[in-house]
């Protein structure tokens, strides 16, 4: 079931526009942080760099929802165009933060597969974490917080 909490005002929801751009700037840095996982696997693909870019235009007023949505199916395109585990996680990540802009809940995405990508490429999954949760504004902390914790729970790589 989604979380009331995270539909947008104009949905008929509780979520402003201040805190859904915010969570869609969250999840873009939550994605960024394992673009190189990607990269390193597929450096010519562009795709979820440019997901990354466009989610971070919305969270400025810059990008329509429509070229949001755009921009989510091809960085899942992109994770679909390779076999490389983080790889596939970093693009996931990518899509989920640009998705952000159409329906907020898509902003804990990024945090569960910036985790995921780190965890299959050997890395400090509690580092990353707690990086991810250290640039958590404010605004939107406990909303997350509480969220991942609702939709995640136990399963958190």
Not at 1 to 26: K, N, S, T, Y
């Amino acid at each position: 079931m989604r979380d009331q909490r995270f539909i947008a005002v104009h949905r008929g929801g509780p979520l402003g526009i201040v805190q859904h751009r915010l969570l869609a700037a969250w999840a873009a840095d939550c994605a960024e942080r394992v673009l190189p996982l990607f990269l390193a696997a597929c450096p010519e693909d562009d795709r979820p760099g440019a997901a990354i870019a466009t989610a971070r235009g919305w969270s400025r007023g810059e990008v329509s929802v429509s070229q949001s949505q755009k921009a989510a199916v091809a960085a899942h395109a992109a994770a679909r165009a390779t076999t490389n585990k983080p790889a596939i996680a970093a693009a996931r990540a990518a899509g989920h933060a640009v998705a952000t802009a159409h329906m907020a809940d898509h902003s804990l995405g990024p945090y569960y597969y910036a985790l995921k990508g780190i965890a299959a490429a050997g890395g400090s999954v509690d580092g990353e974490r707690a990086w991810l949760l250290q640039r958590l504004p404010a605004e939107v902390r406990e909303l997350v917080v509480s969220g991942i914790h609702r939709r995640f729970g136990e399963r958190q790589p």
